[in-house]
């Protein structure tokens, strides 16, 4: 068995039957089709509890279904006629049905964008598209894994909501908590983006930054869950992982429905733990299963900054564990150098006939300049990454420009202001004059 990322961290002790799930259990109401949790690696199965990794074997915990198979038609009408946002595929997902009653941000059903100019600078011919994720609470994707977690922290009567994060998940967090009269605490690496810091501490709640990287600060929220100040609080992305990295599946979800309940051929997708990218994944194969798009061939490619780049070169050397690396990249929401996906990415990426590809630092910068010149849309650094990745897929031939792809934007360029401002600015300064305009070669 391959030894995973989240096999290193504490196991918390779950009550009752270890290996399969209680008859009992109190909480199973509360997460609609969601039936248990189930160990990645050896399927031993765990009550719908605050856990996430097995006692078993170490491995990480998801989130099992009893998925409501049968009726698709049905199931899609249901869904469009839900709200615009997450929860019209509450079906789907581990929260109580009346979900869309509660305080929550209620993230979600943003743009597909049809990016035709795009294409065309980059020689693509099949169809493109970005999936804006910018238009989030928050600005980020983190909206969507949050609002699943904070769910389960009700359901759980955990008090305090928290995180490891590399910016966006703490402001995620702070405003999900204050939304829903949760006390925050988050935690952050001592030397993120002006923008993120502020946009995480503006919420009120209590932002801590730690000295190290997002692997130290990680590390530390792991420590911290297992002592007995850690008690009431719900780690998004440790204790409450499993449910946390479903919200990622609405992704996948909206990319069908909003291409008409289809699959693209191709997804580009940034990769920081891999949750993401393992969770789209999960959301495509679902869909297949209950009948809601058509069962066919997808690819998917993972992208990462070249100065934090583990997936990427375990890839390119055909292997099948994530060696740890020290983050050196302006992409700092994706600066995790110890992905605890990374090995389940690179079966997903093999599997499907797709690849995992990593850029400069320098290619970020024109890869975001890029997409806000032909598209108008100003992605954060992890865009870059993801947008120059498609660039130099179709450049060495690893992706077909015939092939339908979509490629996802994660964040707002708002909060990476540092990354493009150094080779950004006026045109030209000149006298308030129409003379001085045509001076200035602008007329």
């Known amino acids: 068995m391959r030894r995973k990322g989240l096999a290193t961290m504490a196991v918390q002790t779950v009550a009752g039957n270890t290996t399969s799930v209680s008859a009992e259990n109190p909480h199973e109401a509360a997460f609609g089709p969601a039936v248990a949790l189930s160990c990645r690696e050896c399927g031993t199965r765990y009550p719908l ?10 491995g990480p915990l998801e989130v099992a279904y009893d998925l409501p198979l049968g009726d698709p038609e049905g199931l899609r009408k249901r869904i469009e006629a839900g709200p615009a946002n997450i929860w019209r595929y509450a079906p789907l997902l581990p929260v109580p049905a009346d979900v869309t009653e509660k305080q929550n941000l209620n993230p ?5 964008v049809r990016a035709d100019n795009l294409a065309r600078e980059l020689g693509i011919t099949g169809g493109l598209y970005v999936k804006d994720d910018s238009g989030n609470p928050t600005h980020s994707f983190k909206d969507r894994v949050v609002a699943i977690a904070l769910e389960a922290a ?63 600060v990680n590390r530390f929220c792991s420590e911290l869950i297992g002592d007995p100040i850690g008690e009431g609080w719900g780690f998004v992305n440790v204790n409450l992982r499993p449910y946390y990295g479903e919200g990622s599946k609405t992704l996948a979800y909206e990319i069908a429905e909003q291409l008409g309940w289809r699959l693209p051929d191709n997804l580009v997708i940034p990769i920081a733990s891999g949750s ?45 564990v994530v060696r740890p ?22 079966d997903i990426v093999r599997r499907t006939g797709g690849a995992v590809e990593d850029v400069d630092d320098t290619q970020v ?10 598209e108008g849309i100003f992605a954060e650094t992890a865009g870059g990454v993801t947008v120059g990745v498609l660039r130099k897929l179709i450049e060495t031939g690893l992706l077909d420009p ?5 490629v996802l934007n994660t964040g707002d360029g708002l909060k990476t202001l540092d990354a493009v401002s150094p080779t950004t600015g006026p045109t030209a300064t000149i006298r308030p004059t129409v003379a001085a305009f045509r001076e200035a070669g602008l007329a």
């Open 108 to 112: 979600g059903w943003t743009k597909l």
């Open 402 to 406: 015939a092939a339908e792809t979509v």
């Open 154 to 216: 009700r359901t759980f009567g955990l008090t305090t909501l928290s995180c490891s994060s590399t910016g966006n998940l703490a402001g995620a967090v702070g405003a999900a908590a204050a939304r829903a009269g949760f006390r925050s605490c988050v935690f952050i690496p001592h030397d993120l983006e002006e923008g993120k810091v502020v946009m995480a501490a503006v919420y009120g709640g209590e932002l801590v930054a730690i000295e190290g990287s997002y692997d130290d």
């Open 325 to 346: 690396v020290k983050p050196d990249t302006i992409a700092k929401s994706l600066a995790i150098g110890n992905p605890a996906d990374g090995p389940y990415v690179l």
């Open 276 to 320: 993401q990218l393992t969770k789209i994944d999960k959301g495509l194969q679902e869909l297949i299963r209950l009948g809601l798009v058509e069962d066919k061939p997808y690819t998917i490619y993972g992208a990462q900054a070249e100065g934090c780049s583990p997936v990427s070169a375990a890839f390119k050397a055909g292997h099948d």
């Open 49 to 58: 509890s605050p856990v996430f990794a097995c006692q078993e074997c170490f």
């Open 365 to 374: 910068v024109d890869a975001i300049k890029l997409l806000a010149r032909t």
